[in-house]
């Protein structure tokens, strides 16, 4: 799903009313009616009473076509006009009429008490808001928040407040249970600054022509079903494991071998015909039992240090059709050294995370040296420590953009909706995962699937699109079964075939 900037979804309604043809008045008509829908499909046929704040653009516009369409329906529903500027907008003033009970707000003292527990619509300002709300709007933004635990609110294309397209975590926005938007995510919903803020995201379809949505252009995207039954390559039937491919996982060290059995566990899970893992000798007995399918390389040191030194393995290293390393290795020194003579000996796409990052991140040359189209996976905390500190989470997401690009690296930051950026300009962000996931060793269990698709033969790109799906769709379906609280690592392992499953669907 393409996400569209304020001004793209402004062309998109322009386009809809032209080519459809339809009248603007019909289609903020659409938009209201879908709302109403969902409101009456989720609050029941005997809600709470609606409290409707309307605004003076086509926000307000919809909250107005909102309370009639519920009144008409037997709804107990109150609306106010919050005169926040001066003249209503041409579709906000024609639907006045159509719903005489209309009250008005001119100043914060004209807030009404709201005795009884409802569902608040929040249709002040949408993707039209273009700077802070200040004065009394502000004041009605807050008290509003202030009667948040007491009602439900719902808003109306965006939190008021919210900006679009910018960081508006300084300014005062409405804080939603519910945002219903149209047609597209916006770009200020998947990042975690306003996470608190829009709640649970609804995207309602409201008919925006399907030729403008085919042909705009965009570099942000929220992966979906669709793009992901494009990727998903279903096997030969005439295959054999080497078809797909030798894994590498170089992983663990001592203290830490559980990284290396869940990540090279999730690597056979994710596929891969054949995987070997790199780990320190102390941890051998471990791994040979808990990872039977697995080969073993093992090095005498209690850390990653002396792979590559011996010229026989230095030139085996090509021959692994994906390489993973990270997780638990440390970050001593040596390690460090031989993590550089790897990306040296290897000039394929592998996966990099967590203390491989953290090695990268100390000796910020080695970022230079990473193989072409490689994919690094880090969590908020190991992207500062990649590429520097930033000020919001748009300056972040820029900066993603732009160390993808330059470096011509795929990145994916971990988050609620892991944002992936590609050493073309896109971002994909990814929808499928949950809370419970923050949880020790899934990062891990991502490396290993990352590495496992790679090794299969999936482009990175394909790699990193349907690997972070996956992930996110077994920790969903383990969360199912087992509650977020009660998930750990090796359950996303476990559940990775039904995610699979659910994908070949
Ligand atoms: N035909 C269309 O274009 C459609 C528009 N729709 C609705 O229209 C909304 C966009 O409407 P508008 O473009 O009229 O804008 P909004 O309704 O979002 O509100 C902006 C209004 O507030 C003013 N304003 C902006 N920033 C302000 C601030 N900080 N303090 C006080 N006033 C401020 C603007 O001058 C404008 O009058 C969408 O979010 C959506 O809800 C939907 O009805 C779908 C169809
Ligand atoms: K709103």
């Known amino acids: 799903m393409k996400i569209l900037s304020a001004q793209q979804v402004r062309e998109a309604d322009a386009y809809t009313i032209q080519h459809e043809p339809v009248s603007s008045v019909l289609l903020m008509e659409r938009a209201a009616s879908e709302c109403a829908g969902w409101m009456v499909h989720t609050f029941g046929e005997t809600p709470p009473p609606y409290y409707i704040f309307c605004g003076m653009g086509n926000n307000g516009g919809d909250g107005l076509v909102i309370a009639r369409k519920l009144q008409e329906q037997g709804f107990a529903v109150q609306a106010w006009l919050v005169h926040t500027s001066g003249n209503a907008s041409a579709d906000n003033a024609a639907n006045q009429p159509y719903y005489p009970e209309l009250r008005h707000i001119h100043e914060l003292a004209e807030f009404p008490e709201m005795e009884e527990p409802g569902i608040i619509v929040d249709a002040l300002f949408g993707t039209g808001l273009n700077r802070p709300v200040e004065g009394w709007a502000a004041g009605v933004i807050h008290k509003i928040n202030d009667q948040r635990h007491k009602h439900t609110v719902v808003s109306v294309d965006m939190p008021s407040g919210m900006m679009a397209d910018s960081s508006s975590v300084q300014f005062p926005c409405v804080h939603a249970r519910y945002t219903l938007t149209f047609e597209f995510y916006k770009l200020a919903f998947l990042l975690p600054e306003n996470g608190e803020r829009t709640g649970q995201v609804e995207v309602l379809k409201i008919g925006i022509h399907p030729a403008f949505t085919a042909q705009v252009q965009t570099e942000y995207h929220l992966t979906d079903p669709a793009v992901i039954h494009t990727i998903y390559r279903p096997r030969n039937a005439f295959s054999h494991k080497g078809t797909y491919g030798h894994a590498l996982m170089i992983a663990g060290s001592y203290g830490k071998m559980g990284a290396a059995l869940l990540a090279t566990r999730a690597c056979l899970k994710a596929g891969a015909g054949l995987v070997t893992a790199h780990i320190p000798r102390c941890g051998y007995e471990i791994l040979q039992t808990a990872v039977p399918e697995a080969m073993c390389n093992t090095e005498e040191s209690a850390h990653y240090s002396s792979h590559f030194d011996e010229p026989f393995r230095l030139h085996q290293a090509p021959d692994y059709a994906a390489i993973g390393i990270g997780p638990g290795i440390g970050t001593e020194n040596a390690t460090a050294k031989a993590l550089e003579r790897l990306l040296l000996a290897y000039r394929k796409p592998m996966v990099l995370d967590a203390d491989a990052l953290n090695i990268v991140g100390k000796y910020p040359a080695l970022l230079a040296e990473i193989p072409e189209d490689s994919i690094l996976t880090p969590h908020p905390k190991e992207f500062e420590r990649l590429f520097g500190a930033t000020g919001d989470h748009f300056e972040r997401l820029e900066l993603l953009t732009r160390k993808a690009r330059e470096l011509k690296l795929y990145v994916l930051l971990k988050g609620k909706y892991s944002a992936m950026a590609c050493p073309d300009g896109a971002v994909y962000f990814n929808p499928t995962g949950n809370p419970g996931m923050a949880t020790a060793g899934a990062g891990d269990v991502l490396t290993g699937i990352l590495t496992g698709l790679l ?51």
């Open 455 to 505: 090794s299969q033969g999936y482009t990175p790109k394909a790699a990193l699109l349907l690997g972070a799906w996956l992930h996110g769709l077994a920790g969903d379906l383990a969360a199912d079964d087992l509650s977020e609280e009660a998930l750990t690592a090796e359950d996303i392992v476990h559940y990775l075939g039904q995610a699979y499953l659910r994908t070949r669907q």
